[in-house]
């Protein structure tokens, strides 16, 4: 995240926010127990989180080849079909009693050209006889194929396993030939899809992991694998991105559902520093810490420079600190300049939330 994204958690993570005072000249100096951490550098990459949302691998349109008027549709929404299942049937009369005749018309034409062949094998037809026989043979062939072909095409088969989506035409409504009927979803792989704004859409060259998160199973990050992201983006310059669901076994899933997807990136090579959110207090309207140098050395209020907050309890640091420095990390607002502290034992840090 960006330093800015402090501004965002600072009233939230800090109940109070004071100035840092001075200490009166000629005060005895207070020495006082204070929790005391070490700087250490952040282990963590940074995430980006996303909304939403699961779609099917595949989710297609069927239609007719040919138009009429629909006799059936036997499957309601949400039905698991088969792939080869009848989905829908056209009223197939004028189609069937169509091949009849051209089946009769086949028997005849191919008998009379089996008997012109035959004679033109014995040498007694002529070569024209043959060939128009043969054309014709081949001319009533091609009729009789496409209307069983048409019969056939009154009935409308699932291409896939999958489950109907919508039913769009009904019983006894007369649709074209490649309008839509029935859409479909696959029951196949599961896959989610998130909307980049342009910045990130830039930088997903730097995205190494992904992880979904579903209402049905809060409490079991699903892994992603990125599949592809649009190359244009919709009129609020958003780019469509999918994210093939790697393993969902025992986790149950539909088409819709919404998703929160975090999206972790390649870590970078300057390492930030990380400190618990208790360290930081505000002096002079920005974000310092208290470093502890030794029991005979006061305190130094030191302005420093917050990256992420996270939900661990840390934030990062950008600038102002470095590993192994030691910070006040309790009890920072009741501290002021010139004060000495010195810190608990190690096993009394675990158990203590403020000063002694």
């Given at each position: 995240m960006r330093k800015n994204s402090f501004k965002t958690g600072w009233a939230l993570t800090i109940l109070a926010c004071v100035s840092c005072g001075r200490t009166h000249q000629g005060a005895e100096p207070v020495v006082r127990t204070a929790r005391i951490d070490s700087v250490r550098l952040s282990t963590l990459a940074e995430r980006?989180?996303?909304?939403?949302?699961?779609?099917?691998?595949?989710?297609?349109?069927?239609?007719?080849?040919?138009?009429?008027?629909?006799?059936?549709?036997?499957?309601?929404e949400g039905a698991f079909v088969r792939r080869g299942a009848?989905?829908?049937?056209?009223?197939?009369?004028?189609?069937r009693v169509q091949l009849e005749a051209t089946e009769a018309e086949y028997q005849q034409v191919k008998a009379t050209a089996e008997r012109v062949i035959e004679l033109y094998q014995r040498g007694s037809a002529t070569r024209s006889d043959y060939e128009k026989a043969v054309?014709?043979?081949?001319?009533?062939?091609?009729?009789?194929?496409?209307?069983?072909?048409?019969l056939a095409d009154t009935r409308l088969a699932a291409p896939f396993d999958g489950y109907i989506r919508e039913r769009l035409h009904e019983t006894g409504e007369t649709v074209a030939a490649g309008m839509p009927v029935i859409s479909m979803i696959g029951a196949g792989e599961w896959q989610v899809e998130i909307n980049l704004p342009v910045q990130e859409y830039a930088r997903r060259n730097e995205f190494e992991r992904f992880e979904a998160i579903v209402s049905t199973a809060p409490d079991r990050p699903l892994l992603l694998e990125a599949m592809e992201a649009a190359p244009k983006g919709n009129a609020t310059q958003l780019y469509r991105m999918r994210l093939r669901i790697r393993q969902s076994a025992g986790i149950m899933l539909a088409a819709g559902m919404s998703a929160e997807v975090t999206v972790t990136h390649k870590r970078k090579e300057k390492a930030v520093c990380e400190i618990p959110v208790s360290a930081l207090f505000e002096c002079d309207g920005s974000p310092h810490v208290w470093i502890f140098a030794s029991e005979e050395a006061p305190l130094e209020a030191r302005p420093v420079c917050v990256g992420e907050i996270r939900r661990d309890g840390y934030l990062t640091v950008t600038e102002g600190l470095r590993e192994g420095e030691r910070v006040v990390t309790a009890g920072v607002h009741a501290l002021r300049d010139g004060m000495k502290v010195k810190p608990l034992p190690p096993a009394s840090q675990t158990n203590v939330g403020g000063l002694l």
């Open positions: 980006s989180v996303y909304p939403g949302r699961v779609c099917a691998n595949t989710e297609v349109n069927v239609s007719f080849r040919i138009a009429g008027v629909i006799e059936q549709v036997p499957f309601a009848v989905i829908a049937e056209l009223d197939a009369r004028d189609f054309y014709g043979l081949e001319q009533i062939t091609a009729k009789y194929d496409h209307h069983k072909n048409q």
